[in-house]
């Protein structure tokens, strides 16, 4: 283990939020999900291939920023058993799991080349969220189109 890594595992925030348990690889995905890195956010860091207690895990912990568990629902599209912990002065807050929703509108794009919504019109993506058979599918609001696989490449 390098210094850096040895520095980014053991480093506690004071105030943000650490996304706990991601899909192992999946860490700049779920960066991508929420907007970040940006200036305006806080420092992020990023662990990849952290050694969990289930295995390997990713990390993002963000500081000076409470993301709100709606917000990072999203996050469960790539991620389904990330963790929410909500950091004040050091200490866990709060610790949720994300919850899969029913609807994302603006999050993918549609496989569908000649979807409207991956028209020159200002359509707005939406997908309806199915997860039968504890296997996550989503479906077109326009097209009806299904993408069921490698989710992560059609994130927007
Ligand atoms: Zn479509």
Redesign the pocket.
Known sequence: MTDIETELRVRRIENGTVIDHITAGKALNVLKILGLPDSSHGVVSVLINSHGEYGKKDVVKIENRELKVKEVDRIALIAPNATINIIRNFNVTSKNKVHIPSFVEDVVE?I?PN?I?NSDEPITSKFKVDTENACLKLR?F??G?VISENIAEQLL
Do not use: L, Q
């Open positions: 549609c569908n979807c919504s077109c326009y097209c189109r």
